[in-house]
């Protein structure tokens, strides 16, 4: 890498997963068959946004709305937000610890930069997505917690206890990219009980230990699957948490940017300041289409009773048709679909023989053959900085139709029995 270029850009790395989907939908376009299971997006065609988002944008658009919004977003959606959180989370939040921002990315930068000082210790799971870019921007020092599918890849009280010592910043997501598990009551009622202790053993003046809750999926969820949060379970937990959230996900609009925090009013407004000289505002006409959707709870409902239903049969086809393979030997096995747009599956094929007589010895490998063998997208748990080669990945179906899964699986079964 260029000596021009300052010592950060010089160690930045690009995501592994976009690398991993230009690579997929190059095939695509050479004519092969491939179930494209790797974007963490939604084709347009298959889950298209609310109508009502994309009339509302036009019109205000067509009647001016085009200049600067305000630094922490047009009080009408904060408002709206504020309302939506009482009504769906049922938590009270004050309209200053209301953020907007261009998606949810720029809400986690600003809570890093916040709140994080060179050399602080950040503590987040592995599977997760996006924290090893973040933690070096910051000059952090990222503390790894290794999560594996006993506990849904997502971290317990007892695996965090002793990694938030001294630490500044906690990173949860749930439910969860890539695993596409969500946290029990008892699970995150653990971990804020361990947060709290932790911040209970601080003195006077030293800073606290927060969480940054990532709930960008919270609405997507199906199968009896219930969303919680750590100040809906331990009210305590207002303080030391900063929620990021948005319609990226909720309603397949990620393209559409529009996002926000949520948290304790002093981080909110210095999240803010930070952003104002990033110009990470969500559009005006975003914004305003996007409040009058919030309190439109009957619009929200009818536009998720198509959405969930589609998006479960597609990860329940992958699971029952994983759990099929599962029954005939093969070295297979997924989590049960609850939530997201991800399932995690594992393709144990570690160490085994392709046909042609190569070693898969890594998950990259494994990857590349059953991309190149069987047309499947998926993404390896290591582009979630996921260091175990156990053969997990993270299947996707935003951007497929029940007919590509369907056509997938005779051919990841041939492929999976082609392995010595
Ligand atoms: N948080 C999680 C867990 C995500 O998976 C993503 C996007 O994939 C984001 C945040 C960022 O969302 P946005 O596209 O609104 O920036």
Redo the contacts with the bound molecule.
């Keep these: 890498m260029s000596e021009r270029l300052s010592v950060l850009a010089q160690g930045l790395q690009g995501s592994q997963i976009l690398r991993i989907g230009a690579e997929v939908r190059e095939l695509m376009a050479a004519g092969r068959p491939v179930c494209n299971l790797t974007v963490?997006?939604f084709a347009p065609a298959q889950f298209p946004v609310p109508a009502r988002l994309v009339k509302g944008i036009a019109r205000q658009l067509e009647a001016g709305q085009t200049n600067y919004p305000p630094a922490n977003g047009l009080p009408e959606l904060r408002k709206a937000v504020v309302a939506f959180y009482k009504e769906w989370l049922g938590l009270d939040v004050p309209l200053d610890g209301v953020l907007i921002a261009?998606?949810?990315?720029?809400?986690?930068y600003g809570a890093y930069r916040a709140l994080v000082n060179p050399g602080d210790r950040v503590v987040y799971p592995v599977p997760?997505?996006?924290n090893e870019y973040y933690t070096p921007i910051v000059g952090a020092t990222p503390v790894e917690v290794p999560c594996g599918p006993e506990s849904g890849f997502l971290p317990t009280g007892a695996t965090l206890e002793r990694a938030l010592r001294g630490a500044t910043l906690l990173i949860l997501?749930s439910p969860?990219?890539?695993a596409g598990t969500l946290f029990s009551e008892r699970q995150l009622g653990e971990i804020c009980d361990v947060v709290l202790a932790e911040n209970a053993r601080r003195k006077a003046g030293e800073r606290p230990l927060f969480v940054l809750y990532?709930q960008?999926?919270w609405m997507l969820t199906f199968g009896g699957a219930t969303h919680v949060t750590p100040p809906g379970l331990r009210p305590e937990m207002a303080k030391y948490t900063i929620f990021?959230d948005?319609?990226?996900?909720a309603f397949a609009a990620?393209g559409v940017?529009?996002?926000w925090g949520v948290g304790p009013v002093d981080v909110i407004k210095a999240m803010a300041v930070l952003l104002t000289h990033v110009g990470a505002w969500a559009p005006r006409a975003e914004q305003i289409a996007t409040a009058e959707l919030l309190p439109d709870g009957d619009a929200i409902r009818a536009y998720h009773r198509v959405m969930l239903p589609a998006i479960e049969e597609r990860l329940t086809l992958l699971a029952d048709g994983i759990a099929a393979l599962k029954r005939e030997g093969l070295p297979v096995d997924s989590t049960v679909p609850c939530s997201?747009i991800y399932l995690s599956a594992q393709f144990a094929l570690n160490g085994r023989r392709a046909p042609d007589g190569t070693v898969l010895a890594t998950n990259e490998e494994i990857r590349r053959y059953l991309l190149h063998s069987a047309g499947l997208g998926a993404v390896q748990f290591q582009a979630f900085g996921a260091r175990e080669e156990t053969g997990w990945f993270r299947l996707s179906v935003g951007a497929v139709s029940t007919a590509d899964i369907r056509a997938l699986l005779p051919r990841l079964r041939e492929a999976l029995a082609a392995v010595r």
């Design positions: 963490g997006d261009a998606g949810g990315r720029p809400i986690i997760s997505w996006s997501n969860m990219n890539p990532d960008m999926y990021v948005g319609i990226s996900k990620t940017r529009v996002g997201t």
